[in-house]
């Protein structure tokens, strides 16, 4: 289990390979890498600024991978999360999770991205030609979050 | 009863200064209660913190409830809602 909050850029295909490599029942890697896009709400964003909360955002991404691992099968994961100045195309978020088969591994992997999203104390300051702006939390990533309380978890294989 | 501040992103924009060391007068026992008592402080501390503002509040590092109980020595972090991933 590993949670990292830095400013430099993350070789996805190498962190994949050590999980992949760390036990030999590993039957399935899910991955996501959230991307800067050049637009967002009608702007186009030459780049934005993460901001985060020391400590709080390791402790919350931890305690979301601890949930993701009571309710599936799954033996690890890994979270990178960069912050500070970021341009479109940059990496901005790694989740990858490793599990005997895919069901389990890719329903962990959504579900830490998920919560991610609604739980982690991070925050984008986009730059526009029309000036700096905080981005608003989206109420589709709320129910996104919500829609695993009601979906029952999967039984272990 | 010492409680230390932290604020972030808009808000610490908002307010120009990312937190501070209260001592907080008695009666600001909960988490509702420290809003209101820095929302009177004036109205750039309204602006940030009042209630027409969705924001959220964590009190040692865990995410908080209007009614949750404050303590010496807390740390209190607000802040808006989060925009990670």
């Avoid at chain 1, 400590?55 to 994961?77: L, P, V």
């Avoid at chain 1, 579900?111 to 730059?127: N, V, Y």
């Avoid at chain 2, 750039?44 to 027409?52: F, H, I, R």
């Amino acid at each position: 289990m590993a949670v990292r909050v830095q400013e430099q850029d993350f070789d996805a295909g190498a962190e994949m390979s050590r999980l992949r490599a760390s036990r030999a029942d590993v039957g399935a890697v899910a991955s996501f890498v959230g991307v800067v896009r050049d637009s967002n709400d009608g702007a186009s964003v030459g780049s934005m600024t993460l901001e985060h909360y020391p400590g709080m955002t390791e402790k919350s991404i931890q305690a979301i991978i601890d949930q993701a691992k009571e309710r599936w099968k799954i033996f690890d994961a890994l979270v990178i999360h960069r912050v500070g100045e970021l341009k479109p195309r940059d990496q901005i978020v790694l989740v990858a999770v490793t599990g005997s088969h895919r069901g389990e591994a890719f329903a962990a992997c959504e579900f830490i991205m998920d919560f991610l999203k609604t739980r982690a104390p991070f925050w984008k300051k986009e730059q526009t030609q029309q000036g700096a702006r905080w981005v608003d939390a989206r109420v589709s990533d709320d129910a996104a979050a919500a829609r695993w309380s009601s979906t029952t978890p999967k039984a272990g294989r | 009863m010492k409680l230390r501040l932290k604020f972030f992103a808009r808000i610490r924009e908002q307010l120009g200064c990312d937190g501070e060391v209260l001592e907080a007068p008695a009666g600001v026992a909960t988490v509702a209660a420290l809003r209101n008592f820095l929302v009177a402080r004036g109205e750039n501390w309204q602006q940030a913190l009042s209630g027409n503002r969705v924001l959220r509040v964590a009190v040692n590092q865990d995410m908080a409830e209007p009614d949750t109980p404050l303590c010496d020595g807390d740390e209190v972090a607000f802040f808006p809602p989060v925009t990670g991933g």
